[in-house]
């Protein structure tokens, strides 16, 4: 019996440790507080016209998604040509929001690698963010014409995901609408 026990331990450890791997997968869907309510309300500066002040509200109306993003951020550059792509398809606005940024960084960001935005957002301070429930650049947000959050994405999106997740949805408030 006692030849039998590092034997035990071994497996024991192997089957902890896959477990952990299967739930790592998953670190894109940690679940958002936010879904099924309203987005929190704020008001942030335009990025291109810090002087015009945009409040949620004025965002209502049709869906559309938010991308939390930065010039420092390496993964939003991975993300930055779905998120090209996906405006290309006109089929859902995309706000921006630069998220702890330097508006001249961000400015410089995005006339190199390409201006998807129908709207830029700057989150200066992250108040916002923290309001969203946002762990780390990028995270997005889709929502509905009416305000609420109905899906969410940590990390960098694909095409896979925009094709999947964020498409169905936009269509299928579009057929309900």
Not at 34 to 46: D, R
Not at 49 to 57: I, N, Y
Not at 132 to 148: K, S
Request: include cysteine; charge should be negative.
């Amino acid at each position: 019996m006692s030849r039998l026990l590092p034997l035990l331990g071994f497996l024991l450890l192997a089957a902890l440790l896959a477990v952990g791997l299967q739930r790592a997968d998953k670190k894109t869907e940690l679940p958002s507080p936010l879904l099924g309510k309203s987005v929190p309300a704020y008001t942030l500066p335009a990025l291109y016209e810090p002087e015009r002040q945009v409040r949620s509200t004025e965002l209502a109306g049709r869906p559309y998604l938010v991308n939390f993003w930065a010039s420092w951020c390496v993964t939003c550059r991975q993300e930055h040509p779905v998120i090209e792509a996906l405006a290309r398809t006109g089929q859902v606005d995309i706000i921006g929001f630069n998220f702890r940024d330097e508006p001249e960084d961000a400015k410089a960001w995005l006339a190199r690698w390409g201006d998807p935005y129908t709207l830029h957002l700057a989150d200066y301070d992250g108040r916002v963010s923290i309001d969203f429930g946002v762990y780390a650049a990028p995270e997005t947000f889709l929502i509905d014409p009416e305000g609420v959050v109905v899906f969410k994405h940590l990390g960098a999106l694909t095409a896979e995901i925009v094709a999947q997740e964020i498409l169905p949805r936009v269509a299928a408030m579009e057929t309900s609408g």
